[in-house]
């Protein structure tokens, strides 16, 4: 069974308390929170996300699923370690060279959180192959990063399926968690490629009873 992470990029910071409360009844397995500094990508929603955080901590204890797409990675790093999420992901494409990329994995580990890296659609495998053995998930983007309610690139499943392939063949402990454009009308295809963790935003948000869709995606 796929796990949901519901991304709250598309929730009012208005709504955000009622949001969140009913994705917690609803049964979601992490809050998915899309941190964007416009540099990195042209939106930037660190002050929402840092609004949306203070309401999952004061009322609910479900996992955050933090996803950093940021041009400064270290900086975002030391300031998310705070919160102490479940999980940090963040961009390969983000840092200049494969040495800067293992210290930052090596340093989320240091301060016991989760780590994960994030790829983009035209990224190849082959680039992040050697960090598998030292993460705890890989994300494959499944749109170009920056923006919800964004169509999901076929293309990208057949990367989940080659990722899924290699980490069975190497019998790697290693989560794929796929984000972008996943929805009810597509979730069999992302769970069939390989998935483990599915981040939906939109196709959580727009709907009308959380509950009935989240059971429905996980199914």
Do not use: W
């Not at 999420?85 to 060279?97: H, S, V």
């Not at 196709?203 to 199914?219: A, F, H, P, Q």
């Amino acid at each position: 069974m796929v796990e949901i992470s519901t991304s709250l990029l598309s929730v009012e910071k208005e709504k955000s308390i009622k949001v969140i409360y009913d994705l917690e009844v609803a049964h979601t397995d992490y809050y998915h929170i899309d941190v964007m500094d416009g540099e990195f990508v042209e939106n930037d929603t660190r002050e929402l996300m840092k609004s949306h955080i203070e309401v999952i901590k004061q009322i609910s204890n479900i996992p955050i699923d933090v996803h950093l797409m940021v041009q400064d990675v270290k900086k975002y790093v030391y300031e998310y370690l705070d919160i102490i999420p479940n999980i940090i992901t963040f961009q390969y494409e983000a840092l200049k060279d494969k040495q800067e990329v293992k210290s930052i994995i090596d340093y989320i580990k240091k301060n016991n959180v989760k780590v994960g890296l994030a790829i983009k659609p035209k990224t190849e495998l082959e680039e992040i192959y050697e960090f598998l053995p030292y993460i705890h998930m890989l994300l494959i983007m499944t749109v170009e990063p920056g923006k919800g309610g964004q169509a999901l690139i076929p293309e990208t499943l057949d990367k989940v399926r080659v990722l899924k392939s290699y980490i069975n063949e190497n019998n790697l402990e290693v989560d794929i968690e796929a984000d972008g454009g996943i929805k009810l009308e597509n979730i069999k295809d992302v769970k069939e490629a390989g998935v483990d963790i599915a981040v939906v935003g939109t196709g959580i948000i727009k709907t009308d009873n959380y509950k009935e869709t989240i059971k429905r995606l996980k199914e």
